[in-house]
């Protein structure tokens, strides 16, 4: 999870590709790292090292892992960046709760099943909920992020903002060292910090992660149950209540007051029952004190919804209404639900990673340089998606929709194309 100490000066467009690493990738290149001033590097190496050690961590843990590490300036740009690609809720929602993440994450809820019931029993957070962190924090851990936790975190401790922040984060990465918990090798993951199936900062896996597995060791990188138990852990501190929902989705009457909506705005659910608000899959929504809030991502001609309390303890792992919808509505799927009743308020639709493939699919078979195939729709992906545009007629927007999907699989490839690769 990114630190919420930065979330609140962040737009949703940013939020998207930064909230979980395989959004993550599709921020534009990072550009050449600066230079930085190696004296005054050393220096806060020196300061560094006399903090680690009133902190409890032994000075050749310290030299070993800290002393010799090369600063990787390029996080300062991350640190720093305003993505200049905006990103739709229904595009950010489509390919996080797509039909390959709800078929994986059912395999996870099989595969996992006994494991599962054990933290719900002591944790009292139901299987597909925790899996739905997982399947959007790390698809399952196929994705960890690359970047090492102490080159990262020491380079942010010297340089940029934040300085005494990610120190505590790089402290707390040297505990989980130097306890024998994770080796410092696998200590791999965002440019911010976060690491492991469910994408812990340091801190709050000092606070809160959880030997599951019984091993001595707290390891969310190589231990599925610790990293689940862990996740489930956070949610319980957090407020989960068990047996409740997170929400529903609901359909709003002719004319509501759309003024009243938003996740602080609580009132008791039969505050909305009263004023027509119905769920959409025809359930009755019956009236009671339950403080209730009234989500409109989309504005009031998209999908709304009301949502409880364990709404709120999803939002807490990464504060941000879309993360915590494609959380929710991800676990509705698994529980079996049809996915959303309503449809989004736009003409061009979003694209699940399957149909993201086959975009770029269709763009290297129009000679477009945008390296592999791998449903990230990146600059290099954006820049040929905004060619094809302007050649189809269509708005030179780099926007990876249904509508330049559409156009292409309909479109005679140019003369000379090679095979997709």
């Excluded at 545009?389 to 708005?395: A, D, F, I, P, V």
């Amino acid at each position: 999870m990114i630190p919420t100490a930065f979330l609140p000066r962040l737009s949703v467009s940013l939020l998207a590709v930064l909230l979980t690493p395989i959004a993550a990738a599709q921020v534009a290149s990072t550009p050449e790292a600066p230079d930085y001033d190696r004296g005054a590097y050393r220096s806060c190496l020196d300061r560094l090292g006399q903090h680690a050690s009133s902190a409890g961590i032994e000075t050749p843990v310290f030299d070993r892992h800290v002393r010799s590490v090369v600063p990787d300036t390029s996080v300062l740009k991350l640190l720093d960046n305003q993505p200049e690609f905006k990103t739709p809720i229904w595009d950010y929602l489509a390919g996080l709760v797509d039909e390959e993440r709800v078929e994986d994450g059912k395999a996870m809820l099989e595969r996992h099943a006994d494991t599962l019931a054990r933290v719900e029993k002591s944790y009292g957070v139901d299987p597909a909920t925790v899996v739905a962190v997982w399947g959007v924090e790390s698809d399952f851990g196929k994705v960890f992020g690359k970047r090492p936790l102490l080159e990262s975190l020491t380079t942010l401790s010297c340089m940029g903002r934040r300085q005494e922040f990610f120190r505590g984060e790089l402290i707390d990465t040297l505990r989980i060292i130097q306890a024998g918990d994770v080796p410092a090798e696998r200590l791999v993951g965002s440019w911010a910090g976060a690491f492991g199936h469910t994408q812990f900062m340091p801190s709050t896996y000092r606070r809160i992660a959880v030997d599951f597995d019984g091993d001595g060791r707290r390891d969310l990188v190589d231990s599925v149950p610790d990293a689940l138990a862990s996740t489930a852990n956070y949610l319980k501190r957090s407020g989960w209540r068990s047996g409740q929902p997170w929400g529903h989705e609901v359909r709003l009457p002719a004319g509501f007051d759309t003024a009243v909506s938003g996740r602080t705005s609580r009132r008791p659910l039969s505050y909305w029952v009263e004023r027509g608000i119905k769920r959409v899959d025809g359930l009755p929504l019956e009236g009671s004190s339950t403080p209730t809030a009234l989500l409109l991502p989309a504005g009031k001609d998209g999908p709304a919804f009301l949502v409880f309390k364990n709404f709120d303890a999803i939002y807490s792992y990464n504060a941000a209404m879309s993360y915590a919808l494609a959380i929710s509505l991800l676990s509705d799927r698994l529980r079996g639900s049809d996915g959303l009743g309503a449809g989004w308020p736009t003409p061009d639709p979003g694209l699940s990673r399957r149909e993201r493939r086959e975009l770029q699919e269709l763009l290297l078979a129009r000679g477009h340089d945008i390296g592999e195939v791998d449903g990230i729709i990146g600059s290099a992906s954006r820049a040929a998606i905004v060619a094809e545009q302007r050649k189809l007629g269509l708005e030179p927007d780099g926007r990876a929709g249904r509508n330049v999907l559409a156009a292409l699989r309909n479109a005679r490839p140019p003369a000379g194309a090679g095979t997709p690769r």
